[in-house]
C-alpha cells in the first residue's frame, strides 16, 4: 500500500507501443536506486511493476486494462509523473491508505493561485470533476486520491447525473513537488476513493440487507 506521500517528480523517458500494451520508460534518479526487479511503486497514483531498473531510472509495462481505465493513456515523452514507493508496515502514515487501484478517472476544470505570501509562493484551488465510481465516495473533509497525490476535500459539490465538482485547497509545496503544476484545464486525472469508504457502504449494505451475508445457515439452507 502507498499514503500518496509523493516522493520523487519523474518524467517519461520514453513510450512504446506494444500489442494491446504499452511500455515506458521512467527517469527517477532519486527512487530508481531503491527498486529491485518486481517491485511495485505508484506512477501518478497507479500501481505498476519496476522492470529493467537502472540507476538513474525504471521501465514499467501497462496493460489493457490500465491503459483504459487511467490517465496514463495520455502519457508522452516529457511528461511529468507523481512517484511513490510502498510504505514498509510500521511506518507512520502521513497521508491516507491509497492502494494505487484508480476508481475512476476525472478532468481537471482549474487550478488557480490564491494570494501570494510573503515568499512569493501561493496557496492554490483546484476544482476538478470526478465520474460517478469516485463521486459517491466523496465527502467534505474527507481524504480523496488525485494523480497519486493523499488531499483533503474542501468541499463537493454532487450532481444529478451522479458526478461531483469536488474542490480542493492545495499548498505551495505540493504544487512544485507534484505534477499539478503542470497539468491544464480538460487534463484527465487519476482518482482514488478512500478504501475505508468503501468499506463503511459495504457495512451499510449488509445491514440494510442481512439476508446477503453469508453465514453457515445460509451456505446449508443453498444445499452446501
Known amino acids: 500500500m502507498f499514503t500518496g506521500l509523493i516522493a520523487e517528480l519523474g518524467r517519461v523517458e520514453w513510450v512504446e507501443e506494444r500489442t494491446g500494451a504499452m511500455r515506458i520508460r521512467v527517469a527517477a534518479p532519486t527512487l530508481a536506486a531503491r527498486l529491485a526487479e518486481g517491485d511495485s511503486i505508484a506512477v501518478s497514483g497507479v500501481c505498476l511493476t519496476a522492470l529493467a531498473i537502472t540507476p538513474q531510472a525504471f521501465e514499467a509495462d501497462l496493460a489493457k486494462e490500465t491503459i483504459a481505465r487511467t490517465s496514463l493513456s495520455r502519457l508522452q515523452p516529457g511528461t511529468a509523473v507523481n512517484l511513490e514507493l510502498p510504505t514498509p508496515a510500521g511506518t507512520p502514515l502521513g497521508g491516507h491508505v491509497v492502494q494505487g ?44 486520491t488525485v494523480e497519486g497525490i493523499s488531499l483533503t476535500v474542501a468541499s463537493v459539490a454532487h450532481q444529478p447525473a451522479g458526478e461531483a465538482t469536488v474542490t480542493i485547497a492545495i499548498i505551495p509545496h505540493t504544487y512544485a513537488a507534484t505534477n499539478l503544476h503542470t497539468l491544464d484545464s480538460g487534463d484527465e486525472m487519476n482518482l482514488e476513493a478512500d478504501v475505508l469508504a468503501k468499506y463503511a457502504e459495504q457495512r451499510a449494505r449488509l445491514e440494510r440487507h442481512p439476508q446477503s451475508q453469508i453465514t453457515e445457515e445460509s451456505l446449508i439452507a443453498a444445499g452446501f
Open 101 to 144: 487501484h484508480v476508481d475512476g478517472v476525472g478532468h481537471l476544470r482549474s487550478l488557480t493561485a490564491v494570494a501570494a505570501a510573503a515568499s512569493g509562493e501561493s496557496d492554490w484551488v483546484l476544482e476538478l470533476t470526478a465520474p460517478p465510481a469516485v463521486a459517491r465516495y466523496v465527502v467534505e473533509k474527507g481524504s480523496i
